[in-house]
């Protein structure tokens, strides 16, 4: 007996959220796409069917990071004073690598994540507008020093196995705390 097709929308989700499993035990890299379908108890043509490509599907996981981070820079750009631009940058940071813990720790343990967010219009261009808000106009070496230190904490702490234990909340009055801290120095 044939199995039901699930509708195409609802395919994709499932095949993202078996692609987000085998990617955080696998990496991306040691992840094919007979993997997913296998984890999915499908043909390989079907995952074909709802992606045409393995990077087609890492692009897909990576996309709600994508998308908070352009919002929070938009969102960003529009506030007045640079502190309060500042400040809504990091918020914003914070809420997405919590809110996103998992796809967070993908991008921090898997370096081909790096060339997929490199080449991601338009990834670019939006780290480059988050360092200039969180950096402003010719940053001292200090600032350029707490802001990548602020940036690497971010990535590293939500990933840290350490502070798995902490509930989303607690995290982010944490993170948000310790960046503030840091960027105020």
């Known amino acids: 007996m044939a199995r039901p097709v699930a509708p195409r929308g609802q395919g994709r989700e ?16 040691g ?16 995952v074909y069917f709802q992606f045409h490509a393995k990077d087609d599907i890492v692009l897909a996981v990576l996309q709600p990071v994508f998308d908070r ?5 938009e969102a960003a750009e529009a506030v007045e004073g640079r502190a309060e631009q500042v400040d809504a940058v990091v918020t914003g940071l914070v809420d997405v ?19 997929h967010l490199e080449e991601h219009e338009p990834m670019p261009s939006v780290v480059a507008r988050l360092g200039a808000l969180m950096l402003g106009p010719d940053p001292s070496p200090s600032a350029r020093v707490a802001a990548s230190v602020a940036g690497a904490g971010l990535m590293l702490a939500t990933a840290d196995p350490q502070l798995a234990d ?3 909340e607690v995290l ?3 993170l948000l705390r310790c960046s503030r801290l840091l960027l105020r120095a």
């Open 69 to 73: 981070l352009e919002g929070l820079v």
């Open 14 to 29: 499932r095949v993202l959220a078996a692609a987000l499993d085998l990617f955080a035990e696998h990496g991306t890299s």
């Open 172 to 174: 982010r009055r944490e």
């Open 166 to 168: 902490l509930d989303d």
């Open 97 to 115: 690598v919590v809110d996103h813990r998992r796809l967070v720790a993908l991008l921090r343990g898997d370096p081909s994540v790096g060339r």
């Open 31 to 46: 992840t094919s796409l007979q993997m997913i379908a296998d984890r999915m108890g499908v043909t390989k043509a079907a």
